[in-house]
């Protein structure tokens, strides 16, 4: 058993008592309410350490109890909650001791990473996962949205973007705030312009060095947002160097270095653009391979060679 749904009434209980264990490794996501989890007594085990969404939708709430030296499994990767008490001793790897979630969607994970959460429907055991949003976590507890929709199914991951992207989101008032996600340690250089003509050249607005997968930038209004963000990345000069002969290997190996563009349409919610959709689950570049998001490019595509450090428009 991967995932636990439902609407039934009352509670759902899965014990381990004194001396005994229950294994469901297996388990992913859990979307009823009511359901109830407990590891009670001198060796009891309950292993969930699989579990990375656990979601009660309605009353009553479900609830995670390690008691009288029991023991509940969970894994270290991060934890989607939602009307949740959580009761285990100290020294969980993923929890805290003691811990209620409010009724809205909930990620517990590790401060300063990225994560990439998605939702899709149970009404069909067909339907495929839908990307529901990314989220820079900046607290190990962080509200990302509100109440969990009815008969839906949540997971959530971390990711490294690479290369980078520039999402825009909406924080409370009329304000947009734009973040940026690469791989550490690389310096980028955030660039906008109004509009994807190709006379139209993209101008610099801000360069850094990213010591976290992501940087959150200072909300603005929506009136002094420009309707369309790049980020590139910035090479070090001592790497711009390299041999002719070097540069022509390059040439026949390249890979391309998508320009993430970010649209913001009135107020709509803001899309990311490369003058066509983007595939929110396309997230890697390999050598010589060209990737879905390139189909659809409106503006001009810069196309990085990659030998002993130095770029090429």
């Known amino acids: 058993m991967t995932t636990l ?28 309410h009511g359901v109830a989890l407990l590891a009670d007594g001198p060796g009891a085990v309950l292993d969930v350490s699989r579990l990375n969404s656990f979601i ?30 959580v009761d285990i001793p100290p020294g ?20 300063w990473r990225s994560y990439l959460v998605e939702q899709r429907s149970t009404l069909n055991p067909t339907n495929d996962w839908q990307f529901l949003q990314r989220v820079p976590l900046t607290n190990s507890f962080q509200q990302i949205a509100g109440p969990p929709r009815a008969n839906t199914d949540y997971r959530v991951a971390e990711f490294v973007v690479n290369p980078s992207r520039v999402d825009l989101n909406r924080p409370p008032g009329q304000q947009v705030q734009r973040v940026l996600y690469g791989a550490p340690t ?7 312009k109004t509009n994807l003509d190709a006379i139209v050249r993209w101008q610099p607005l801000t360069s850094v060095t990213l010591t976290n997968p992501f940087r959150i930038f200072a909300p603005m209004s929506t009136t002094n947002a420009a309707p369309f963000y790049r980020a590139r990345k910035l090479w070090a000069a001592g790497r711009a160097s390299t041999s002719a002969q070097n540069l022509s290997q390059c040439r026949r190996q390249p890979f391309v270095l998508h320009q993430r563009v970010v649209k ?30 390139e189909r659809g490019l409106v503006n001009r595509r810069w196309r990085q060679f990659v030998c002993g450090g130095r770029g090429q428009r």
Not at 5 to 32: K, P
Not at 186 to 192: G, I, M, R, S, Y
Not at 267 to 281: I, N, T, Y
């Open 5 to 32: 749904t439902g609407d039934g009434c009352g509670y759902f209980r899965v014990e381990a008592m004194t001396g005994g264990t229950v294994n469901l490794s297996n388990l992913v996501s859990i979307a009823r």
């Open 186 to 192: 690389n310096t980028f250089e955030v660039q906008t």
């Open 264 to 293: 913001l349409r009135g107020d709509a919610e803001p899309s990311l653009r490369e003058g066509g959709p983007v595939d929110d689950g396309d997230f890697d570049l390999k050598l010589g391979q060209q990737s879905r998001l």
């Open 56 to 85: 009660s939708q309605g009353s009553p709430l479900a609830s995670l109890t390690a008691r009288n030296n029991g023991v509940i499994l969970l894994g270290t990767s991060a934890l989607l909650l939602a009307n949740v008490t």
């Open 92 to 111: 969980n790897p993923v929890l805290p001791p003691a811990f209620i979630s409010d009724p809205n969607l909930t990620l517990h994970g590790s401060a």
